[in-house]
Structures are given as C-alpha cells and as structure tokens.
C-alpha cells in the first residue's frame, strides 16, 4: 500500500461520529494539496475493506457529492443518525460540523510509514 493511501485511510477512520471532512481537507493533511480526487478513488476502491466511515466525507462546500440518488440517501440517513443536521439540498454546516484534527493527533497511526515521507508531507 502507498504511503498516501494509508495516510488518508487512517485520517477517514479518525473521523469521530458527528464530525466530517472534505476531500480537500484529507489530502492535504495525507500530503497532498491537490489530492481530492485520489481521496475520493481510495474511498471507492478501500471503504468496504476498512470499513471506513465514508460518510462522514463531504465536497469542500459541505455537500455531498455521491450522485446516484440510492448513496446520496444512504449517507444523509447516515449522517442525520450521528447528529448531523442536512439541508433538503445535502449541504451541512461546515463550521459546526468539521472535523479539525492536528497533525501531531494523527501521526501515531502512521508508525510504519517512512519518515522522511512524513516530513515531507509536513
């Protein structure tokens, strides 16, 4: 597994009930500005194998982002279950919603990835 791959894994499974992040946010805290994308591929391809919470990642405007109308419900349901309040229109407060970790609360998980990776994502 690639470094990034495990980085962004590790930040989605800290993701506290009643919290989210964007894929934004998680790329860059993995190491990559512009990452979005690959967050989103790793949340498609790894979410069943690590039973990741994929829920509780939203676009960088607070919406969610899954367009077939079956997910769209399934990650609102699951969201409002965690306290989550979710406009008609799938937009959520992210100031009161996101989840701010620092660096130095996730770097633990990390114990197996090299460290020069590490210091060059900081």
Do not use: C
């Not at 500005?33 to 194998?49: D, E, F, K, P, Y």
């Not at 989840?99 to 998980?109: K, L, Q």
């Amino acid at each position: 597994m690639q470094p990034f791959t495990k980085r962004v894994i590790e930040i989605i499974k800290s993701i506290p009930a009643g919290a989210v992040m964007s894929y934004g946010q998680i790329a860059e805290l993995a190491g990559s500005r512009r990452g979005a994308r690959q967050v989103v591929r790793i949340l498609h391809t790894q979410s069943s194998i690590h039973q990741l919470p994929w829920h509780r990642v939203v676009n960088a405007q607070g919406e969610i982002a899954i367009q077939s109308e079956e997910g769209n419900m399934e990650q609102r349901s699951r969201l409002e279950e965690e306290g989550i309040e979710v406009s008609v229109q799938g937009k959520l407060d992210l100031a009161k919603y996101r989840f701010n970790p620092a660096p130095a609360d996730i770097m633990g998980a990390w114990d197996n990835i090299d460290p020069d990776d590490v210091d060059q994502m900081l």
